[in-house]
Each structure stands twice: as C-alpha cells, then as structure tokens.
C-alpha cells in the first residue's frame, strides 16, 4: 500500500492512508498546470495579439484581467458546489469545459470576441482550483503528508508558470498566437481519461442546498467593486465608477448579511473569526497585488523593449518559479522547524525587496540582475504561498475544504484583478506620457499611445530616423511605468510582510494525524 507502517487495529487505516493517493495528487496538478499555463501565456501572446486584433489600451487591460474578475466572482459558489455535488464531479466537467473555451480563445478575431473567450474561460476556471485543494484535504490525512501534497501542488502551479512562457515562446516562433491557447487541450485530456479512474469523490453529505440568490450577490459584488476600482485607476472618479462601486458594496453586504441568516450557508462566515485564516487570506491577497504587475508586463519588456525573441523571454523568467519550486517543497518542514509567521513574512520581505531592487531596470540592465530579482521573488512566494495554503485548508473542517479553498483562490484572483487594474493603469498612465516625435501624424502617435505593442506597429509605416525615435521614447516610457509599478509593489510587499507578522503570531502547521 505505501511504505509507510500502518497499524491494522484501528478501522479508519483505509482512509488514513488512501492507496494511490500520490498517483490522484499527480492527477490534480494537471489541472494546476492546466491554469497557471493559460495564465502565463497570455503576457507572451500579448504583443502579437495587439497587432493582429489591435485593441485599445483599455481592451488589453480588459483581456489581460478580464478572467480574473469573473473567477474571482464565481470561486466561492463553485467552491460550495463543490462541497455539494462532489469535487471530483465539479473538477472533471470544469476541465472539458477549460478545454472548449481554449478553442475559442485561440480563434478570436477582435478585442470583442476574445473578452469575452476569457470571460467564458474564467466560468470554466472557477470549478478547477477550489476543487484541487479540497480534494487534497480530503485525500490527504496526516498533516505532514498533506504539507508536502500542498508543496507539490504548489511548485506544480510554479512549473506551469516556467512552461508556459518556454512552450508558449517556442510556439509563438514557428505558430499564430492563438497555438498558446491549444496547448490545454492535451492536458485537458489526459486529467479526465486518467481523473475518472484515479480521484477519489468526496463532499459534505451535510451541506444543505445551493443557494442562487447568494450566488448572484457575490458575482455582482465582487466583479463591481473590482470593475469600479479599476474604472478609478484608469479614467478618475467619475458616476459610473462611483454607481458602480455601490452597488457591489451594496451586493457584498447583501451576500455577508444572507450567509449569517441561511441554515446552510453558500460561505461560513464564521471562518474569519480564526486569525490563521484571516491573516493567510489577507496575506495571499496583497501578495498577488503587489506581484501581478510585475508577471503581466514583464513579458512585454523582455520581448518589445530588451528585443528578446518570446522562447528567450520564457526561459529568461524561468528563475521565479526554478525559485518557488525549491522553497514550496521545503516550505512546510521549514515553517514546523522555526514558524509559520516567521516564513511567511520573511518570504513576503524577500520578495519585496527584489522588487525594489527592479526599480534600477532599464532597457540596457543586464540579465544577472533581472534573473537574481526574479530568483529570489519566486523563493519567496514559493514559502508564503505554500504555507499560507496549508494554514487554511487546516484551520477547517475537510467538509468545508471547498468553501475554504474558494477563499483562498478568490483573494489570489481578486488580487491579481486589483493588481494588474491598479499597477497596471500605472504603467499605462505613464506610457501613455511620452512625447511623440515632431512631424508624426496625430493619428498614428494616438494609435502609438495605445500601447508599446501598438507603438512597434505603426512605427513600420513612418521613415526610419520617425521610426527609431519614436520606438525609443515610447519604449522609455513603458520602462519608467514599470519601474513605478515595481516600486509601489514593494511597498505593498513589504507593508503585507510585517502584518503578517504580527496576524500570525502563534500559528503553527498541525503535527498529529487526522482521524475522520
């Protein structure tokens, strides 16, 4: 069964140790990979999508974030569906359904067509991550075990980060831009055929039907709130972001005061009154905010301002995740040796500090500096992540691991929505500063001011010597963005390091084993 000594006199040794636990964990990693491989693809399609369906600078916004708004508003209904129906259900209907909409992603053809694409991919990715984590916590019964699972889980979602970006690049070499999208379709596969004989069902036999009212307040409000912060960050307070803003404020207070009224509710609000869970969701939240800037434009200027070839770009980033593949492995026997505060703050303190450090980039920095940087922000989220994951998938009971894993995945979408919306607009608030060279039409230095993808573009139709200045300044512009955003993420990083520190004070990763 396992090379671990089971004890034959108690009645629960079947569940304790599941055979062929290790071989369904191996099958939840695909879904993992199935996720963080779109995710990344995405920043390396970025410029050959803008000349091919030439979208504004807000449509790119739109389709870079798009999918996080909408997983974000649906995680904790998927995650309670998934107590209900069963995780394993859930999982493998999501994966065909990623697999679909991929195809509709790769064939986009306008800005219109491929929002919405991610949007649809966005209702399919909210059934996968929520369910991967809870079917972890049901499988996995001795803490230790399910620590090294959690590190598994999450050095895989960094490995699908360095293979997309590799694969991604290779196939943006010698492929249309929509190849990157058809690279989930053999994953997708593999999960069901091999998921329906290997993942073990699990749900709450107690949890009560699915309410829809609730699920249609936590959609409306979390996607109005993120629409109405990013309506902010791009164009000032104006009505429609301030009506906006109301009424997801208003849905998520209608959601919170339905959760404390309904016998069985669609999220236990009760979960936040434990500091662990609280500080760990917190924590994830801020992390990505700070982070998400970073990961969706530095594609971009590895590739259109340093003039790296995407499969070079890909490999160029593969520190971060060669980072948080090391450090998510050893992340639980470090944080039982010392503390859970401890590692996750001093990882969130080293990541902040290599984002400071890419407050020195320019187009001329050499690649020692940037892949140090990056080496060192992926060891650090390797340990916060890993960690913080672990804290709340054990501060609950397993009946609850779907609603608790929605938590966790909603805060890392909604700060990556917040974060690409926020550092995002200030990238392209300063790119879209720079002065245009005397003598270039208004029409294409409107286009150029679009976005540095643009820029390239219509730099191909003005003489050589209009070309090259304008390249230059617009790719100036896109660097002191992105050393701004860099910082303000620092600063964002830094702040979380240190409430970590304190919101987390006296956690500790369960030792003992789980009886059911």
């Known amino acids: 069964m396992t090379s671990k000594t089971v004890r034959r006199t108690s009645g629960t040794d079947e569940i304790l140790y599941r055979p062929g636990r290790w071989l369904a964990l191996a099958v939840l990693v695909l879904a993992v990979l199935l996720v963080a491989v779109d995710a990344t693809v995405l920043g390396l399609a970025t410029p050959y999508l803008s000349e091919d369906l030439e979208p504004t600078g807000t449509q790119l916004l739109w389709i870079g974030d798009i999918y996080s708004f909408v997983i974000a508003g649906l995680l904790v209904s998927m995650g309670s569906l998934g107590d209900r129906i069963g995780r394993k ?21 306008s800005p219109e067509m491929m929002i919405a694409a991610r949007a649809l991919l966005g209702v399919a990715g909210a059934t996968l991550m929520p369910s991967t984590l809870a079917l972890i916590r049901n499988i996995f019964h001795d803490p230790k075990e399910r620590s090294l699972a959690i590190g598994i889980w999450g050095a895989m979602a960094s490995a699908g980060a360095a293979v997309g970006p590799v694969v991604g690049g290779f196939l943006l070499e010698h492929f249309w831009w929509g190849s990157v999208f058809l690279i989930n379709l053999p994953v997708m596969a593999v999960l069901v055929l091999v998921g329906i004989k290997l993942l073990p069902e699990s749900k709450n036999p107690v949890a009560g039907p699915w309410d829809l009212v609730s699920v ?21 307070l104006s009505r429609e972001a301030g009506v906006t803003a109301l009424i997801g404020l208003g849905a998520l207070h209608a959601f919170v005061r339905r959760q404390h009224k309904l016998p069985a509710p669609l999220l236990d609000m009760r979960l936040f009154r434990h500091r662990g869970f609280s500080g760990a969701v917190l924590a994830d939240l801020l992390t990505i905010l700070g982070l998400s800037g970073l990961v969706f434009f530095l594609s971009q200027f590895l590739q259109l301002v340093q003039g790296r070839q995407p499969f070079e770009a890909g490999l160029a980033e593969l520190p971060a995740a060669v980072g948080a593949i090391v450090t998510g492995l050893v992340a639980g026997p470090v944080a039982r040796r010392f503390s859970v505060r401890s590692v996750v703050a001093g990882g969130l303190a080293a990541v902040g500090l290599a984002l400071a450090a890419l407050t020195l980039l320019s187009q001329s920095t050499g690649y020692p500096l940037l892949g140090a940087a990056l080496l060192v922000v992926g060891a650090g989220a390797g340990f916060s992540f890993t960690v913080t994951a672990d804290v709340i998938l054990s501060s609950v009971p397993k009946e609850q691991a779907g609603s608790a894993s929605a938590v966790s995945e909603t805060a890392y979408e909604l700060g990556a929505a917040l974060g690409i919306a926020l550092l995002g607009s200030i990238v392209t608030g300063v790119y879209r500063g720079f002065p ?20 390239v573009e219509v730099a191909g139709t003005l003489p050589r010597r209009q070309s090259a200045e304008l390249i230059a300044s617009a790719q100036d512009a896109f660097t002191d963005g992105l050393r701004l955003a860099s910082g303000v993420g620092a600063a964002v990083l830094l702040a979380t390091a ?9 956690q500790k990763l369960e030792e003992g084993l789980e009886h059911p």
């Open 89 to 109: 259900k859930l999982l493998l209907v999501g994966a065909v359904a990623f697999g679909a909409v991929s195809v509709l992603n790769a064939y986009a053809t």
């Open 216 to 236: 249609v307040l936590s959609l409306v409000g979390v996607i109005g709130v993120v629409y109405a912060v990013k309506e902010l960050a791009t164009a000032g």
């Open 498 to 506: 240190v409430a970590a520190w304190f919101l987390l004070r006296g």
């Open 436 to 455: 245009a060279p005397a003598g270039v039409p208004s029409a294409t230095a409107s286009a150029a001011h679009e976005s540095l993808g643009g820029a």
